[in-house]
């Protein structure tokens, strides 16, 4: 194969971080080769000239491929010619599938951006037997959508086990931290907007026949209690403002990786789950609310959709935009997610379907502004490591947790310097 890897997508505002993540990076393996892929030549070739200019070393600067989703033939030709395709064209909904395709069909090895559960379902329910019979991973939500949550529950979940507890319970709570205000690219909010708008019908379909063919994951101890809420606005003690329930990929792609988990055999075993977003003031709850509300009835609606994507601006307080963030903004926003895990000490008492746990954990996931920044990061690590050590990479289509299985990808994570998992009580 003439390359390691290559990113499809590359003209994109996202892709153009991934870039600089990828020749930037010093800790390729000598040899490494690597290619950008689109549908325009010449955009392409005046990326290569610039990312020529800012390279020590010619073996950093890219080859080019041009292959588009509508061309099913070019995707395939496209993904004989490297060991890895990094998809960054979205929205996934309408532009993942001939991607995933031609990937399984060539037997390549695959990891994208996306954080839409219709499409991530879709393409398990699709494609999982196909690809892990042929020995191919495809990975999804291998960014900030959602390698944190994702790893952070799987390892909260084996430090219980290593310690001699049963884990029951996982709770995330969110929240994001921008001195110099936030703002989005046009297509994150594409995303979004099609990722809300895809949460319905289709999803619960999808769902439907997963449940069919899957195994159902189980659990110990008593469900997590309901928090008492007004209009879903909820408290908790053990956080600083009012929560919401997170309603982003991460809690959709925790239930599947639980499934995949059972599926595979793992051994890693199910807990109780839910996640929030932590609001910090009253004055931002009410914006959000506001601005929420209105996104979630008009995401819903085709002709609603059309007007979300028309008027970004004017549907999220000019935080979405086609000029994206700016660097004040890229540069003082950070996020953290903290895990709070319950379990059992006694093997008596989880054996009691009623049992309340009797330990507790709490670790923290922490790192830069998540959309543009965090993401690069922890996407280039998927991507190495899924090079390094492809024999030890599960197969199918799968989730960071299951995909990184028996590989220590959150040690690698930290190991970089720019994220940090730490253990804050337990």
Not at 117 to 126: A, D, H, Q, Y
Not at 215 to 234: E, Y
């Amino acid at each position: 194969m003439a390359y390691d890897l290559v990113v499809f997508g590359a003209t994109g505002f996202t892709a153009g971080f991934v870039l600089t993540e990828i020749y930037e990076r010093t800790k390729w393996d000598t040899g490494f080769t690597w290619a950008i892929a689109g549908r325009r030549q010449r955009s392409l070739e005046d990326i290569k000239k610039d990312i020529s200019s800012k390279v020590s070393s010619s073996g950093l600067v890219p080859g080019i491929i041009v292959a588009d989703t509508g061309d099913l033939s070019s995707l395939t030709e496209m993904a004989k010619q490297t060991r890895l395709v990094l998809n960054c064209v979205g929205p996934y909904r309408h532009l993942g599938e001939p991607v995933v395709k031609a990937c399984v069909e060539a037997g390549v090895d695959y990891l994208d951006l996306c954080g839409e559960p219709e499409f991530i379902e879709e393409m398990s329910l699709k494609y999982h037997d196909q690809a892990f019979s042929k020995g191919v991973t495809i990975l999804h939500a291998a960014a900030f959508d959602s390698v944190p949550c994702d790893l952070g529950v799987q390892e909260v979940k084996r430090e219980m086990i290593r310690r001699g507890l049963t884990p029951c319970a996982v709770e995330v709570f969110f929240q994001v931290q921008g001195s110099n205000g936030f703002g989005i690219h046009y297509a994150t909010y594409q995303a979004a907007v099609e990722g809300f708008g895809s949460s319905g019908k289709g999803l619960r379909d999808i769902r439907k026949q997963l449940s069919k063919i899957r195994p159902k994951p189980t659990t110990i101890g008593p469900p997590l209690a309901r928090k008492p809420s007004v209009f879903g606005v909820m408290r908790d003690d053990r956080v600083s403002g009012r929560i919401i329930r997170y309603f982003f990929a991460d809690p959709a792609v925790v239930r599947l990786t639980q499934s995949l988990d059972v599926l595979l055999g793992t051994g890693t075993p199910a807990v109780h789950f839910s996640a929030y977003l932590v609001i910090p003031s009253v004055q931002a709850l009410l914006m959000l609310a506001l601005y929420f509300l209105v996104f979630q009835f008009l995401s819903a609606r085709p002709w609603g959709r059309r007007l979300l994507l028309q008027h970004p601006k004017l549907f999220t307080a000019g935080v979405a935009s086609k000029e994206g963030p700016s660097a004040e903004q890229l540069a003082g926003a950070s996020f953290t997610e903290t895990f709070y895990a319950t379990g059992f000490f006694s093997q008596t008492l989880a054996s009691k379907p009623n049992a309340e746990p009797d330990v507790s954990l709490v670790y923290r996931f922490a790192g830069p502004e998540p959309g543009y920044v965090a993401t690069p990061i922890l996407f280039i690590h998927c991507a190495d490591t899924m090079l390094r050590y492809r024999d030890k990479v599960k197969k199918g289509v799968l989730t960071p947790a299951v995909a990184f299985h028996d590989v220590p990808m959150l040690q690698y994570l930290v190991a970089d310097g720019r994220l940090h998992w730490d253990r804050v009580s337990g």
